[in-house]
């Protein structure tokens, strides 16, 4: 159990790193358009010192060939760790329905929590709250695409 729960933990974290590091990417190329397409405007309150010897066209160029790059990152971690996570979401399933109607079986025949059910809801606590990451940090990334 120890083993199967560490290698869980740790592929689904991998996905979520990986994720989160594209969202944290597009989070700063959207900043840095932010900043060069409002420096006209408020050019004597804004100064962006490693841009200046640069054209517009440049730095934009440059930023769409990084954003083409970490889109075809996404897809290819997509290819790496779709079938794990799929995977992983129809067992959560199944073990969570299952640690359901183990308490409420137990809760009903014997009226508390048998020590074995209170550990397999925290169990499935603890693995549902990791794939709750990767929905989140691929909400994310959704959300920063889409910007």
Known sequence: YLY?????????????????????????????????????????????????????????????????????????????????????FGLMFFYTLFTVFTAYTDFISLGYLTAGTRSSIFVCTYYNFFLSCVIFTCEMLKNEVRN
């Open 4 to 88: 199967a729960s560490l290698y869980f933990m740790l592929s689904v974290s991998t996905v979520t790193f990986y994720v989160f590091a594209i969202s944290y990417r597009l989070q700063s190329m959207k900043k840095v358009l932010t900043v060069k397409f409002f420096q006209k405007a408020y050019e004597k309150l804004i100064v962006v010192n490693s841009f200046e010897d640069e054209s517009n066209e440049i730095v934009i160029s440059t930023l769409a060939r990084i954003y083409l790059n970490l889109m075809s990152l996404c897809d290819e971690v997509n290819i790496c760790f779709g079938f794990q996570l799929i995977l992983s």
